[in-house]
DNA sequence: AATGACAGTCCCA
DNA sequence: TGGGACTGTCATT
């Protein structure tokens, strides 16, 4: 198979249920499978106030919000609801996706590294691009890969996004009970 | 079918 | 410091 896994006009209807936080509205939509798409406050149409009905399962949106809410925080969430990447991304994509979720919390990598990593040493700059279709940003962690000279690089949801949600991480997360710190 | 643009990085002058 | 090649993917031409 090549890319989207077929867009199946088969209406797989998705749905929005907000997530409230002290960062705004987020909104979470779902599959019948799980969950495919995170909005972050303020993008666009997609954000716009979701109907209080729906048929998703309140244990995922528990889950959900439980996720959003400690990301949020720069901690590492015990538990995520399903996730449905099956509609969206590319072999490729779904590769650096997978790769993104190993990453744990105050733990940084580079484009260059993540693209070795996958065994495409060259395609540093399609790793970016990847990061940048990420469905579900936060709770799969794309703001963890920085560029290897300023250590930020883009983000889809903007760099000031980015340079907090590290920040956060970096404060609530031991990065490395490696050894004892060195000079600096 | 070719081109351009995109959340990068290394090399060479 | 600056330009080019390289990679994956997609919208446009």
Redesign the pocket.
């Known amino acids: 198979m090549k ?2 896994a077929t867009k199946s006009r088969g209406k797989a209807k998705l749905q929005p249920v907000a997530i409230h936080t002290p960062d705004g509205r987020f909104i979470a939509w779902y599959s019948n499978t799980g969950l495919t798409r995170l909005i972050f406050p303020g993008q666009g149409a997609l954000s716009a106030r979701p109907p209080k009905d729906n048929t998703v399962p309140g244990e995922w949106v528990g889950r959900t919000k439980e996720a959003v809410r400690t990301a949020l925080l720069g901690e590492t969430p015990r538990t995520l609801p399903p996730l449905d990447l099956s509609t969206v ?5 779904k590769r650096v996706w997978q790769a993104l979720r190993s990453l744990r919390c105050g733990q940084t990598t ?3 590294e993540m ?1 070795a990593a996958l065994g ?1 040493p ?11 279709a ?1 469905p579900i ?1 936060l709770l799969i962690p ?2 963890r ?5 300023t250590g930020l ?4 949801m903007g760099p000031a996004w980015k340079k907090k949600l590290l920040e956060r991480e970096r404060a609530a997360c031991k990065p490395k009970p490696k050894m004892k710190p060195r000079r600096r």
């Open positions: 890319k989207t991304g590319t072999d490729f994509q580079t484009y260059g693209a495409s060259q395609a540093t700059r399609a790793v970016g691009i990847a990061c940048g990420n940003p794309c703001h890969v920085v560029t290897s000279d690089g883009g983000y889809s």
